[in-house]
Protein backbone atom coordinates (compact mmCIF):
# COMPACT_ATOMS: atom_id res chain seq x y z
CA UNK A 1 0.00 0.00 0.00
CA UNK A 2 1.42 3.25 -0.83
CA UNK A 3 1.63 5.27 2.57
CA UNK A 4 1.90 8.47 0.84
CA UNK A 5 -1.93 8.22 0.58
CA UNK A 6 -2.76 8.40 4.31
CA UNK A 7 -2.04 11.50 5.68
CA UNK A 8 -0.46 14.87 4.86
CA UNK A 9 2.80 15.25 2.60
CA UNK A 10 5.18 16.36 4.81
CA UNK A 11 7.84 18.98 3.63
CA UNK A 12 10.87 17.45 3.44
CA UNK A 13 13.56 20.39 3.99
CA UNK A 14 17.48 19.71 4.83
CA UNK A 15 20.17 21.57 6.36
CA UNK A 16 21.36 24.47 4.55
CA UNK A 17 25.29 22.57 5.10
CA UNK A 18 23.78 20.86 2.27
CA UNK A 19 23.57 24.15 0.02
CA UNK A 20 25.60 24.37 -3.23
CA UNK A 21 28.17 27.17 -4.06
CA UNK A 22 24.99 28.98 -6.53
CA UNK A 23 22.19 28.46 -3.99
CA UNK A 24 24.32 29.77 -1.08
CA UNK A 25 25.53 32.88 -2.91
CA UNK A 26 21.73 33.36 -4.31
CA UNK A 27 20.42 33.37 -0.69
CA UNK A 28 23.23 35.61 0.87
CA UNK A 29 22.51 38.05 -2.34
CA UNK A 30 18.82 38.45 -0.91
CA UNK A 31 19.59 38.95 2.63
CA UNK A 32 21.93 41.66 1.90
CA UNK A 33 18.76 42.88 -0.62
CA UNK A 34 16.61 42.63 2.65
CA UNK A 35 19.17 44.46 4.82
CA UNK A 36 18.82 47.39 1.93
CA UNK A 37 15.02 47.75 2.26
CA UNK A 38 14.73 47.24 6.19
CA UNK A 39 18.09 49.05 7.69
CA UNK A 40 19.83 51.19 4.10
CA UNK A 41 21.74 52.74 7.04
CA UNK A 42 23.68 50.50 7.78
CA UNK A 43 25.36 50.39 4.09
CA UNK A 44 26.01 53.38 3.67
CA UNK A 45 25.50 57.14 5.12
CA UNK A 46 25.03 59.20 2.16
CA UNK A 47 22.17 61.32 1.51
CA UNK A 48 20.11 59.67 -1.80
CA UNK A 49 18.84 62.81 -2.30
CA UNK A 50 21.02 65.60 -2.21
CA UNK A 51 24.38 65.36 -3.73
CA UNK A 52 27.71 68.05 -4.34
CA UNK A 53 27.32 69.67 -7.07
CA UNK A 54 31.46 69.63 -7.60
CA UNK A 55 31.27 65.62 -7.50
CA UNK A 56 29.44 65.18 -10.45
CA UNK A 57 29.77 61.90 -12.81
CA UNK A 58 32.50 60.82 -10.40
CA UNK A 59 33.74 57.27 -11.43
CA UNK A 60 33.17 54.55 -9.18
CA UNK A 61 36.15 54.59 -5.98
CA UNK A 62 36.18 53.40 -2.52
CA UNK A 63 34.25 56.36 -1.67
CA UNK A 64 31.82 56.32 -3.93
CA UNK A 65 31.18 52.56 -4.89
CA UNK A 66 28.81 53.01 -7.69
CA UNK A 67 30.06 56.52 -8.98
CA UNK A 68 27.88 59.96 -8.50
CA UNK A 69 25.45 61.29 -10.89
CA UNK A 70 24.56 64.39 -12.96
CA UNK A 71 23.77 65.93 -9.17
CA UNK A 72 27.01 64.71 -7.23
CA UNK A 73 24.53 62.27 -5.64
CA UNK A 74 25.69 58.98 -4.17
CA UNK A 75 24.46 56.60 -6.79
CA UNK A 76 25.62 53.31 -4.16
CA UNK A 77 23.08 55.74 -1.41
CA UNK A 78 20.35 56.34 -4.54
CA UNK A 79 20.47 52.08 -5.37
CA UNK A 80 20.37 50.54 -1.70
CA UNK A 81 17.52 53.22 -0.61
CA UNK A 82 15.87 52.61 -3.94
CA UNK A 83 15.28 49.19 -2.56
CA UNK A 84 12.54 49.49 -0.17
CA UNK A 85 10.48 51.16 -3.11
CA UNK A 86 11.08 48.57 -5.33
CA UNK A 87 11.00 45.34 -3.01
CA UNK A 88 8.43 46.70 -0.87
CA UNK A 89 5.90 47.02 -4.39
CA UNK A 90 6.79 43.63 -5.20
CA UNK A 91 6.06 42.22 -1.72
CA UNK A 92 2.59 44.27 -1.87
CA UNK A 93 2.37 42.28 -5.29
CA UNK A 94 2.95 38.88 -4.11
CA UNK A 95 0.93 39.28 -1.06
CA UNK A 96 -2.28 40.26 -3.20
CA UNK A 97 -1.07 37.39 -5.82
CA UNK A 98 -0.63 34.90 -3.34
CA UNK A 99 -3.52 35.81 -0.96
CA UNK A 100 -6.40 36.12 -3.67
CA UNK A 101 -4.52 33.65 -5.70
CA UNK A 102 -4.32 30.43 -3.08
CA UNK A 103 -8.26 30.79 -1.63
CA UNK A 104 -9.32 31.12 -5.27
CA UNK A 105 -7.73 27.80 -6.32
CA UNK A 106 -8.28 26.00 -3.40
CA UNK A 107 -11.98 26.91 -3.40
CA UNK A 108 -12.51 25.63 -6.78
CA UNK A 109 -10.57 22.78 -6.33
CA UNK A 110 -12.51 21.62 -3.21
CA UNK A 111 -15.98 22.84 -4.72
CA UNK A 112 -15.60 21.48 -8.15
CA UNK A 113 -18.48 21.90 -10.38
CA UNK A 114 -19.99 24.91 -11.25
CA UNK A 115 -17.84 26.88 -8.93
CA UNK A 116 -14.94 25.64 -10.21
CA UNK A 117 -15.90 26.10 -13.56
CA UNK A 118 -16.68 30.05 -13.27
CA UNK A 119 -13.50 30.64 -10.91
CA UNK A 120 -11.50 28.96 -13.21
CA UNK A 121 -12.52 30.76 -16.42
CA UNK A 122 -12.59 33.94 -14.15
CA UNK A 123 -8.46 33.08 -13.69
CA UNK A 124 -8.40 32.21 -17.87
CA UNK A 125 -9.34 35.57 -18.56
CA UNK A 126 -6.52 37.03 -15.98
CA UNK A 127 -4.12 35.14 -18.01
CA UNK A 128 -4.94 36.58 -21.33
CA UNK A 129 -3.87 39.94 -19.36
CA UNK A 130 -0.29 40.42 -18.04
CA UNK A 131 0.23 41.78 -14.89
CA UNK A 132 2.52 44.22 -16.48
CA UNK A 133 -0.37 45.32 -19.02
CA UNK A 134 -2.74 45.12 -16.09
CA UNK A 135 0.08 47.97 -13.90
CA UNK A 136 0.14 50.22 -17.16
CA UNK A 137 -3.38 50.68 -17.02
CA UNK A 138 -4.04 51.37 -13.59
CA UNK A 139 -1.14 53.95 -13.87
CA UNK A 140 -2.05 55.67 -16.76
CA UNK A 141 -5.58 55.65 -15.38
CA UNK A 142 -4.58 57.22 -11.78
CA UNK A 143 -1.44 58.18 -11.97
CA UNK A 144 2.10 57.08 -11.52
CA UNK A 145 3.30 55.46 -7.94
CA UNK A 146 5.24 52.20 -6.95
CA UNK A 147 1.75 51.17 -4.73
CA UNK A 148 -0.44 51.49 -7.99
CA UNK A 149 1.98 49.42 -9.72
CA UNK A 150 2.43 46.92 -7.06
CA UNK A 151 -1.61 46.53 -7.56
CA UNK A 152 -1.72 45.84 -10.75
CA UNK A 153 1.32 43.36 -11.00
CA UNK A 154 -0.48 42.04 -7.84
CA UNK A 155 -3.68 41.24 -10.22
CA UNK A 156 -1.70 39.65 -12.99
CA UNK A 157 -0.48 37.15 -10.35
CA UNK A 158 -3.40 36.04 -9.15
CA UNK A 159 -4.15 33.65 -12.52
CA UNK A 160 -0.63 31.47 -11.98
CA UNK A 161 -1.57 31.19 -7.63
CA UNK A 162 -4.61 30.04 -8.47
CA UNK A 163 -3.64 27.41 -11.30
CA UNK A 164 -0.95 25.78 -8.56
CA UNK A 165 -3.41 26.17 -5.37
CA UNK A 166 -6.19 24.86 -7.52
CA UNK A 167 -4.22 21.65 -8.70
CA UNK A 168 -2.93 20.83 -5.21
CA UNK A 169 -6.00 21.38 -3.79
CA UNK A 170 -7.43 18.83 -6.53
CA UNK A 171 -4.92 16.04 -5.49
CA UNK A 172 -4.78 16.51 -1.31
CA UNK A 173 -8.89 16.72 -1.36
CA UNK A 174 -9.14 13.01 -1.88
CA UNK A 175 -6.79 11.78 0.35
CA UNK A 176 -8.13 9.62 3.23
CA UNK A 177 -7.35 12.32 5.63
CA UNK A 178 -9.28 14.57 4.31
CA UNK A 179 -12.79 12.09 3.92
CA UNK A 180 -11.86 10.92 7.78
CA UNK A 181 -12.21 14.58 8.80
CA UNK A 182 -15.30 15.17 6.96
CA UNK A 183 -16.85 11.55 8.27
CA UNK A 184 -15.53 13.16 12.06
CA UNK A 185 -18.03 15.80 11.17
CA UNK A 186 -15.25 18.69 10.81
CA UNK A 187 -16.99 22.05 9.64
CA UNK A 188 -16.50 22.81 6.08
CA UNK A 189 -14.15 25.78 6.78
CA UNK A 190 -12.01 23.77 8.72
CA UNK A 191 -11.57 21.37 6.21
CA UNK A 192 -10.86 23.68 3.72
CA UNK A 193 -8.16 25.77 5.66
CA UNK A 194 -6.76 23.17 8.12
CA UNK A 195 -6.79 20.01 6.09
CA UNK A 196 -6.79 21.19 2.61
CA UNK A 197 -4.98 24.43 2.44
CA UNK A 198 -2.07 23.52 4.55
CA UNK A 199 -1.15 20.73 3.05
CA UNK A 200 -1.39 22.30 -0.38
CA UNK A 201 1.46 25.42 0.79
CA UNK A 202 4.40 23.55 -0.40
CA UNK A 203 4.62 24.12 -4.23
CA UNK A 204 2.39 27.68 -3.66
CA UNK A 205 5.52 28.79 -1.46
CA UNK A 206 7.81 27.48 -3.84
CA UNK A 207 6.17 29.76 -6.34
CA UNK A 208 6.37 32.83 -4.44
CA UNK A 209 10.47 33.29 -5.10
CA UNK A 210 9.60 32.85 -8.77
CA UNK A 211 6.47 35.66 -8.88
CA UNK A 212 8.49 37.91 -7.02
CA UNK A 213 11.43 37.86 -9.03
CA UNK A 214 9.00 38.85 -12.06
CA UNK A 215 7.24 41.60 -9.94
CA UNK A 216 10.40 42.88 -9.64
CA UNK A 217 11.48 43.47 -13.33
CA UNK A 218 7.61 44.19 -13.64
CA UNK A 219 8.11 47.43 -11.18
CA UNK A 220 11.42 48.29 -12.58
CA UNK A 221 10.31 48.43 -16.10
CA UNK A 222 7.50 50.83 -15.45
CA UNK A 223 10.04 53.01 -13.56
CA UNK A 224 11.98 53.04 -16.54
CA UNK A 225 9.34 53.66 -18.26
CA UNK A 226 8.81 57.12 -15.85
CA UNK A 227 5.75 55.47 -14.06
CA UNK A 228 7.33 54.62 -10.91
CA UNK A 229 8.54 56.41 -7.82
CA UNK A 230 8.59 60.45 -8.73
CA UNK A 231 12.16 62.35 -8.74
CA UNK A 232 14.21 62.49 -6.90
CA UNK A 233 12.98 59.79 -4.83
CA UNK A 234 15.04 56.78 -5.91
CA UNK A 235 13.90 53.43 -7.32
CA UNK A 236 15.75 50.73 -9.24
CA UNK A 237 14.20 51.29 -12.30
CA UNK A 238 14.17 55.66 -11.93
CA UNK A 239 17.74 54.65 -11.69
CA UNK A 240 18.23 52.99 -14.47
CA UNK A 241 16.17 55.52 -16.79
CA UNK A 242 18.08 58.42 -15.18
CA UNK A 243 21.52 57.18 -16.21
CA UNK A 244 20.09 56.19 -20.02
CA UNK A 245 21.31 59.69 -21.16
CA UNK A 246 24.68 59.98 -19.74
CA UNK A 247 25.56 56.03 -20.55
CA UNK A 248 28.58 57.40 -23.21
CA UNK A 249 29.91 59.70 -20.20
CA UNK A 250 28.94 57.55 -17.37
CA UNK A 251 28.43 54.01 -17.96
CA UNK A 252 28.05 53.27 -14.33
CA UNK A 253 25.06 55.06 -13.63
CA UNK A 254 22.61 52.56 -15.73
CA UNK A 255 25.28 49.35 -15.38
CA UNK A 256 26.33 48.91 -12.17
CA UNK A 257 22.16 49.45 -10.76
CA UNK A 258 21.18 47.42 -13.64
CA UNK A 259 23.97 44.51 -12.42
CA UNK A 260 21.94 44.78 -8.26
CA UNK A 261 18.49 44.30 -10.43
CA UNK A 262 20.05 41.59 -12.46
CA UNK A 263 21.72 39.94 -9.86
CA UNK A 264 18.54 39.94 -7.21
CA UNK A 265 16.27 38.15 -10.33
CA UNK A 266 18.68 35.32 -10.49
CA UNK A 267 18.93 34.70 -6.90
CA UNK A 268 15.11 35.35 -6.59
CA UNK A 269 14.99 32.52 -9.40
CA UNK A 270 17.75 30.32 -7.75
CA UNK A 271 16.20 30.05 -4.71
CA UNK A 272 12.95 29.16 -6.39
CA UNK A 273 14.46 26.01 -8.01
CA UNK A 274 15.69 25.32 -4.09
CA UNK A 275 12.49 25.45 -2.60
CA UNK A 276 11.02 23.01 -5.41
CA UNK A 277 13.82 20.54 -4.46
CA UNK A 278 13.01 21.06 -0.87
CA UNK A 279 9.18 20.38 -1.64
CA UNK A 280 9.77 17.74 -4.53
CA UNK A 281 7.94 19.02 -6.37
Known amino acids: MNTRTLGPRRLNITSLASLDLLSALALVALAVVVVWTIAPGWFTTADPLVGDGANK ?19 FARVVHGTHTTVYGAVIGTAIGLSAGTIIGVVAGVARGTVDAVLMRLVD ?41 RSEALRVVQLDFVAAARVSGARPAAVLF ?21 MILAIAGLGFLGYGAPPP ?29 LCTVLAVSRVSRLLQRRFRI
Do not use: M
Open 233 to 261: QPEWGTLLSEGRDYIARAWWLTSLPGIVV
Open 57 to 75: FLPPSLQHWFGTDRAGRDT
Open 125 to 165: VLLAFPGFLIALCLVSAFGPGTAKIAIGVGIGAVAPFARVA
Open 194 to 214: RHVLLNSAGPIVALIPTELGS
